[in-house]
């Protein structure tokens, strides 16, 4: 996998939309760099500098980026410009400057910054399984995964898609594993971090998870919210009592069996798309059938 975390979404109606009309369809809402007075901009761009189109396609499923560009304005900077309008405007005028034309000066010093402003860049993919009625997107957090998925829904004119749920409580069944050490699919990891409305936070690293010390968390009601894990002998990952899965990483020995020394770096993405396809599927699969199966209950995104 090149993805390093994992939100799952499930469409609730088939993706119409086939490879190269989804392509146009994104290509009229193309990432453009922020303009003067722009303080950030939003867009597609292509899955790889040497793919000039905006979907790639591989085995049926479908890798898309999106790119924000933010102007980065520093706080500390807009206010010390601030304090020294208002001080120059009461020594100069000898009168105060109330609230509202503060933020006037504010919005000045805004605009001014601006066109001098550094950018930061952030990228965010995903990859669209229709066959499997899948959306996964490479996004530590629901924010910038939604971002994405509402600018997809604005380029393909209508998008029905759900957060899945599971039958049991994920919190309940990980503290499972750690008093039973019994999980068909996901071996226990060294990372653990569980919370307690009374008595906070636990976080527990490089520890062996099967000790009394952390066992004992459980059984006194704390509950699991992230575990680390190793699942199917090839992929470490951290899973979250939301169902996000973050710091995803192939294990040494996958690493090298995968290694993929073609020159042509479409012919590499393509193998790794398609890879990357099949292996969220059966992980899917897998995480479900730990937690009881996916529930028919589901919550409508944004």
């Known amino acids: 996998m090149h993805f390093k975390n ?31 007075q722009q303080l950030s901009s939003y867009g597609w761009i292509s899955p790889h500098p040497a793919h ?75 990859l669209i399984i229709p066959n499997e009625n899948l959306i996964i997107v490479d996004a530590s957090g629901f924010t910038a995964a939604e971002e994405l998925l509402s600018l997809l829904r604005q380029t393909v004119g209508s998008l029905s898609i759900v957060s899945p749920e599971v039958i049991n409580s994920t919190s309940t069944v990980m503290g499972s594993w750690l008093i039973a050490d019994q999980s068909e699919s996901f071996a226990l990891g060294a990372d653990c971090s569980m919370q307690d409305n009374e008595q906070g936070k636990a976080v527990f690293k490089g520890v062996d998870l099967l000790s009394e010390h952390v066992i004992g968390h459980v059984n006194d009601g704390y509950q699991v919210i992230t575990i680390g894990v190793c699942w199917d002998s090839n992929y470490f990952m951290s899973l979250n009592n939301d169902l996000r899965i973050s710091k995803i990483k192939a294990t040494d020995e ?17 193998t790794d798309t398609a890879r990357l396809s099949l292996e969220f599927q059966r992980l899917w699969q897998d995480l479900t059938t730990a937690f009881g199966g996916e529930s028919k209950a589901a919550t409508q995104t944004a």
Do not use: W
Request: with cysteine; hydrophobic share 40%.
């Open 52 to 126: 000039s189109f905006m979907v790639f396609e591989s085995n049926g499923a479908l890798l898309i980026t999106a790119q924000r560009e933010s102007k980065l304005l520093p706080a500390s900077s807009i206010n010390r410009l601030l304090t020294e309008r208002v001080a120059k405007i009461k020594s100069t005028e000898d009168r105060t400057v109330g609230r509202k034309e503060k933020m006037q000066l504010k919005d000045e010093i805004v605009i001014d910054l601006l066109p001098r402003a550094l950018s930061k860049f952030d990228t965010t993919q995903a």
């Open 254 to 270: 996958l690493s090298e069996a995968i290694s993929n020394d073609n020159d042509d770096p479409l012919v590499r993405l393509d």
């Open 6 to 36: 994992a939100i799952f979404y499930r469409l609730s109606k088939p993706f119409t939309p086939e490879f190269n009309q989804l392509g146009a369809l994104m290509a009229d809402h193309a990432f453009t760099p922020c303009s003067g």
